[in-house]
């Protein structure tokens, strides 16, 4: 059974930076997908950073500039590097890939448990 687990939320001054870390409990045959969603208090889930198969990122426009993502094959890792933060950047932040396990396998969403940002002004 696939578990990704998110890591290096916390609580942070406004104009700080975290590091945000999401472990797959194992290793994919292949992945085009893999995300880092924001949900706020009030607000519909937001897709803040990608990474997709070839290797290409996109960013929302609220965190472009700030927010870097980045994976470690080798580690079954991906991660978000967070700078620069704002108030608004306040959320649950959830990682989510999209992969299959094995060469025969269809290619499934999993998501983690997410961890709390909070940005204190």
């Known amino acids: 059974q696939v578990q990704l687990v998110e890591s290096g939320g916390g609580l942070v001054q406004a104009g700080g930076s975290l590091r945000l870390s999401c472990v797959a409990s194992?290793?994919?045959?292949?992945?085009?997908?893999m995300g880092w969603y924001r949900q706020a208090p009030g607000k519909q889930r937001e897709l803040v950073a990608s990474?997709?198969?070839?290797?290409?990122?996109k960013y929302a426009d609220s965190v472009k500039g700030r927010f870097t993502i980045s994976r470690d094959n080798a580690k079954n890792t991906v991660y978000l590097q967070m700078n620069s933060l704002k108030p608004e950047d306040t959320g649950v932040y959830l990682c989510?890939?999209?992969?299959?396990?094995?060469?025969?396998?269809?290619?499934?969403?999993?998501w983690g448990q997410g961890t709390q940002v909070t940005v204190s002004s």
């Open positions: 194992v290793r994919f045959f292949s992945l085009n997908f």
């Open positions: 990474i997709h198969s070839g290797g290409n990122t």
């Open positions: 989510s890939v999209r992969g299959a396990t094995s060469s025969w396998g269809n290619l499934v969403n999993y």
